[in-house]
């Protein structure tokens, strides 16, 4: 019986860069008992489970064939399944998925990421895949059921009663500090001896300043595509010259969205983290853009321009 790992989000607590590499490295770690499971071989999570799980038909049938039958004749000890979207659903959506595996031990992982923090960066995150999009006031009313933590881990506490429940604080770090989602997630499934010595620098899809997502949702939805490509150069190039974190919302904004959540997370801490004494900390320092905007501005203008990108 192996353990099942089922890791569900949330979105922008590191999930990209530790996806990345449990696909780049999926062999080597089969061969130390870990089953890394993709369900589209060019993609490194199970995204498009979830999009067929949602959609129903036949996709969703047989990819839940697959992964069982996959984890079924695998030696395996323990297998991860990630997908952050899960978090944005009903638990409902992933009854197949856990009915198709009953004889394994099913845990459930999920990182909690402060409301504030986790608003900006999904907004950060919508912009700088699409363009123009949602007014951000508009946009932060759309979050809301998406921030409601205890309402979250009781809803698949309930839907899944035999499974553990593991929900983990994703915390905010100084800006010196560099996370490490990959080191987070295996010492989360007993796996301390698989962090790779490297893990903390292993970051993907970083967050742009807010100067830059302001300039992003000037970029018609057409330009999506030369926008999504630009930026991911940008920000491979430049780091923490063009990125941030703490710097979209104003601080009566962040304040309100952590206000409106305060009972849910006393609630949450009084059952899940009754050691500490805030479920997160209220002075999570932000992080700014260390390059001139002016720069990163013609920068990204050169790029974007190079990817067929017009104004």
Not at 248 to 266: F, G, H, M
Request: glycine content about 6%; proline content about 5%.
């Amino acid at each position: 019986m192996a353990r099942i790992w089922l890791h569900i989000g949330m979105m922008k607590t590191g999930t990209s860069a530790l996806q990345e590499w449990f696909a780049v490295n999926e062999k080597s770690l089969l061969q130390q008992g870990l089953l890394y499971i993709r369900v589209k071989p060019n993609l490194p999570a199970c995204g498009p489970l979830v999009n067929a799980l949602a959609n129903g038909g036949p996709d969703a049938a047989a990819m839940v064939s697959a992964i069982s039958e996959r984890i079924n004749e695998s030696p395996a000890d323990d297998v991860l399944i990630s997908a952050e979207a899960f978090s944005l659903h009903s638990p409902k959506l992933a009854i197949r998925l856990v009915k198709a595996l009953p004889e394994h031990d099913l845990r459930i992982l999920v990182w909690l990421r402060r409301q504030d923090r986790y608003a900006e960066a999904v907004y950060k995150q919508m912009i700088k895949w699409n363009g123009q999009g949602v007014e951000l006031g508009k946009a932060l009313r759309s979050y809301s059921r998406h921030m409601d933590y205890n309402r979250l881990l009781d809803s698949w506490q309930r839907s899944f009663p035999k499974a553990r429940l593991l929900p983990r604080i994703y915390e905010e770090l100084d800006a010196d500090t560099v996370p490490d989602s990959i080191a987070s997630i295996l010492s989360a499934m007993e796996r301390p001896e698989l962090v790779p010595v490297e893990s903390a620098g292993h970051r993907r899809n970083v967050t742009p300043c807010a100067d830059l997502i302001s300039h992003y949702n000037s970029i018609p939805s057409s330009q999506s595509r030369a926008l999504r490509r630009a930026n991911r150069q940008l920000m491979n190039e430049l780091g923490a010259a063009a990125s941030g974190r703490g710097d979209l919302l104003s601080p009566q904004q962040a304040r309100d969205i952590r206000d409106r959540y305060a009972e849910s997370n006393r609630l949450v801490r009084d059952r899940w983290f009754p050691e500490r004494e805030n479920l997160f900390g209220d002075k999570a320092e932000g992080a700014n853009a260390t390059g001139s905007f002016d720069s990163l501005l013609d920068r990204f203008n050169e790029l974007f321009a190079k990817e067929g990108g017009k104004r």
